[in-house]
Antibody
Framework: QVQLQESGPGLVKPSETLSLTCTVS????????WSWIRQPAGKGLEWIGR???????NYSPSLKSRVTMSVDTSKNQFSLNLSSVTAADTAVYYC??????????????????WGQGTLVTVSS | QSVLTQPPSASGTPGQRVTISCSGS????????VNWYQHIPGTAPKLLMY???QRPSGVPDRFSGSRSGTSASLAIRGLQSEDEADYYC???????????FGTGTKVTVL
């Protein structure tokens, strides 16, 4: 049973960079997409982006200019950097594993394992 | 901003059937399979349904999903108190590209 655990600062100052790491245990990081999702208080889930084990990335268009993701397969970890943060970036951040496949019925993509989430507050 | 629209709330008494709708467009639900997640605040979201109507191991068969055109729905049969949670539909959107979540539906067991 794969497990994911987010880690990183819980408080980030405005205009600085939010950095989080997700450690994967109980399974290989290979052959999956790995994503970050966030949820501001009182709001819904928002996909931030994904990284494959080769380092290939896709980012949400709304956050693309500020997001960078990386992966370290030797440590079974992947990371998120979100630059120039504001109070609007305050949220619970989740990391998740994505199963994917291109089939006759469309692009199959879903999250079958999630981390517990970590609250990041942007405040001075 | 979510591109998949769900009703903000749904409710029922124990044992009742509750249905949640999810409305999208040709670039997401109209093209790609729909997934559903159950989220109890303070915990990790849980995959409830994938590929429109497939239940992961461990999800009770009281839950069922369907898709038609650019809409999808999740049905909970025999509602139980532990079903009280937020439910989100989601799908890959080819136009952006992006993975889009629904606006979320809070299910209350009366």
């Amino acid at each position: 049973q794969v497990q994911l655990q987010e880690s990183g600062p819980g408080l980030v100052k405005p205009s600085e960079t939010l950095s989080l790491t997700c450690t994967v245990s109980g399974g290989s990081i290979s052959r999956y997409y790995w994503s970050w999702i966030r949820q501001p208080a009182g709001k819904g889930l928002e996909w931030i982006g994904r990284i494959y084990t080769t380092g290939s990335t896709n980012y949400s268009p709304s956050l693309k200019s500020r997001v960078t993701m990386s992966v370290d397969t030797s440590k079974n970890q992947f990371s998120l950097n979100l630059s120039s943060v504001t109070a609007a970036d305050t949220a619970v951040y989740y990391c998740a594993r994505a199963v994917f496949s291109n089939n006759w019925f469309g692009y199959e993509y879903y999250f079958d394992s999630w981390g517990q989430g970590t609250l990041v507050t942007v405040s001075s | 901003q979510s591109v998949l629209t769900q009703p903000p709330s749904a409710s029922g008494t124990p044992g009742q059937r509750v249905t949640i709708s999810c409305s999208g467009s040709s670039s997401n639900i109209g093209t790609n399979p729909v997934n559903w997640y159950q989220h109890i605040p303070g915990t990790a979201p849980k995959l409830l349904m994938y590929n429109n109507d497939q239940r992961p191991s461990g999800v009770p068969d009281r839950f069922s999903g369907s898709r038609s055109g650019t809409s999808a729905s999740l049905a909970i049969r025999g509602l139980q108190s532990e079903d009280e949670a937020d439910y989100y539909c989601a799908a890959w959107d080819d136009s952006l590209p992006d993975y889009v979540f629904g606006t979320g539906t809070k299910v209350t067991v009366l």
